[in-house]
């Protein structure tokens, strides 16, 4: 199994291991390299994954031998009782939750955050990047016994202003602050709750952000490793969190970026 000239280590670390991954959406998301390295390591996995994307989904699920492919609007109750209800008739218990969906309308993420943030695009952002992950930290935990892992997908744009980030980069800082909450409660029961911040990759959501090819080059270069930042890195970061290796570790931000985030400035502005 190989994602673009990445052989994928197959192995047995989530052997026996069900669960859920929401927000594949074609064959280049970060949630996508997750399930690959999931599914290789001998996990179950179901699929969320939002309304229209079945068309691209459906193919890369059944590559890996996934049965369960599930269509969900997060912002309607209705529909993510139905679809936790299927993983609880597939699966009965789960072990795993990878939450990698975030969205704020085109407007909110260019220009001026002060200007251009209206009430409806800041709200609409939390909603599905933000609150979601706390309805599914709660739907997740009704089916999670002691050892259970969740983790979402964050980014830099959280900890610091990105250019047209803006309002998407309020609702990361939302997020990163639920996952320490949901931490705390949630260890009562044995459950950990962790953040991935990934650097800037070749995905739809980079897609959609103005100026975001220079996000790759900025993140190679000011880098520590000199690097772009890595699917099998990410994935990897992951594996780690939702397997049995991460037990102990929880209520973390984990940056995978090729050391990105903790750089001042590069060598030449020093000079």
């Known amino acids: 199994m190989a994602k673009d000239g990445w052989d994928l280590p197959t192995g047995t670390l989530m052997a026996g291991k069900k669960g859920v ?17 999931l599914a290789a390591q001998g996990a179950e996995i179901a ?4 309304p229209g994307m079945e068309r691209r989904v459906q193919p890369l699920a059944e590559s890996v031998g996934i049965q369960h492919v599930i269509g969900v609007d997060v912002t309607q109750d209705d529909q993510m009782d139905a679809a936790f209800a299927a993983v609880e008739a597939a699966f009965g218990k789960i072990d795993f939750f990878v939450h990698a969906i975030a969205y704020a309308p085109r407007d909110q993420i260019k220009g001026s955050f002060v200007e251009n943030a209206t009430r409806e695009g800041f709200l609409q952002a939390m909603d599905i990047s933000a609150y979601s992950f706390v309805d599914c930290c709660r739907r997740s935990e009704k089916l999670m016994g002691e050892g259970g892992s969740i983790i979402c997908l964050t980014y830099l ?29 949630l260890g009562l029961k044995g459950i950990r709750v962790n953040a991935l911040s990934p ?21 190679r270069d000011f880098s520590a490793l000199k690097q772009d930042t890595s699917m099998e890195g990410v994935a990897g970061a992951a594996l780690w969190l939702l397997s049995d290796l991460g037990r102990s570790t929880t209520g973390e931000l984990v940056h995978v970026d090729a050391g990105f985030h903790m750089m001042g400035f590069s060598e030449d502005e020093a000079g």
């Open 199 to 219: 650097g800037a990759m070749r995905t739809l959501s980079l897609a959609g952000i103005s100026g975001g090819k220079g996000l790759l080059s900025k993140g």
């Open 157 to 185: 744009g959280s900890e610091r202003a990105i250019p047209n980030y803006n309002t998407m980069g309020v609702a990361k800082a939302a997020l990163e602050a639920a996952t320490r909450y949901a931490a705390r409660d």
């Open 47 to 50: 699929l969320f994954h939002l």
């Open 21 to 37: 991954v929401m927000g594949v959406a074609n064959h280049d998301s970060i949630a996508w390299g997750i399930t690959s390295q």
